[in-house]
């Protein structure tokens, strides 16, 4: 700004205004969402930059408004990304929170808010996960089952067949959506309000993720416990292997037990310990266990939500926290680098305290089509 004084003379003043909400989709970012402390605050967004430096409440600085209340799940579905949480405006308890309410839709370069809907989804019971096909194909989980919801014209409707979707994410692959049940591996095709297959997997699901050919990983907890992947198009098992070492159990996480990036799949058993196999060769090795991983992080008392391996980089990220209690307040978000021999520490970067109760972690690159 440049102008004259009451004397006549020029004066200039020069503001730099950085405008970090932009460039969300690059392919090396991170995100972690936050659940936050429902009793006394909102969810809320982290973002690592493809450079490793971290910003906080992303979303909020973006917009001027907070996330709702227990932030659960997020989805990106080309320019658009939907955060869904468990309580919107109303806490628990009861208290009223200012937000923008159960299910947000952002720009998914921007995180400047298109909509959201809250009332809308008035008949949800805890919503918790989101998977999305378009905008007349928004697949919600909560306690009743998996529902489908129309942004267009705001129907929500229960999809038949499917009380006792795990609380945990579901995987779009093949224009289809797959979510489990128990054993049972279940599909819901477009178009379609009742599920359109079930595949029994044999043991209990631990999580499911999608494969970078298309198709869907499985991990069972049965003895022993299975890796397996299943073909998208026609549900055959195209080949399973067994785990030799360390467990795919995923205890109350509501993130799947297993992460990977091609044929390359992590694993803790929600433990302090990473494992990782190689589907291929069926090799698994333990990559780091719990004292050697808290002599490098020393506040990292337990996992919270699984670990999450990037899919371009390799590296895998772990959140931790010191415990409960106030003691959440204590975090890291560890990265680990297994691939560097040249490293002197297979610790990468370390962020502390960012973090509040984090639901999971996110990599755009993985929702690339």
Known sequence: MQGLDQNGLTYQATIKVSIIGSGYTAAGG????????????????????PDGHIYNNVYNNANGASLGNTAQDLFIDGDKMYIISQNGKTNPMGLG?????????????TLQKVASYTDELSNLSWPSHVAVLDEDHIFIRDNNGVNRFSSTTEELKLISNTRGAAKNRMVVANDKVFFYAGKNLRVIERNSDDVSITIDMGATISGIEKSKDGNVWVATTGSPGKIS??????????RSNEISIGTVAGGMFATPSITTKGDTIYYG?????????IFSTG?????????????????????????????????????TIKGYGWDFMVNNISVFDFDNAEASSVLDTNYTNYTSFPAGIFFPYNFRK
């Open 30 to 49: 991170v995100f972690v969402l936050n659940e936050g402390n429902m009793t006394t605050e909102n969810g809320s967004l982290i973002y690592i930059d």
């Open 269 to 277: 058993g929600s433990s302090l310990n990473i494992y990782r196999h």
């Open 97 to 109: 929170f200012l937000n923008d309410g159960l299910l947000i839709v952002a720009n998914s370069e």
């Open 283 to 319: 090799e698994s090795k333990e990559m780091i266990n719990k004292a050697e991983l808290q002599n490098l992080v020393a506040d990292a008392k337990m996992v919270y939500n699984s670990m999450a391996v990037h899919p371009v980089t390799g590296k895998v990220y772990l959140n």
């Open 229 to 238: 992947k299943v073909n998208s198009s026609d549900y055959t098992i195209i």
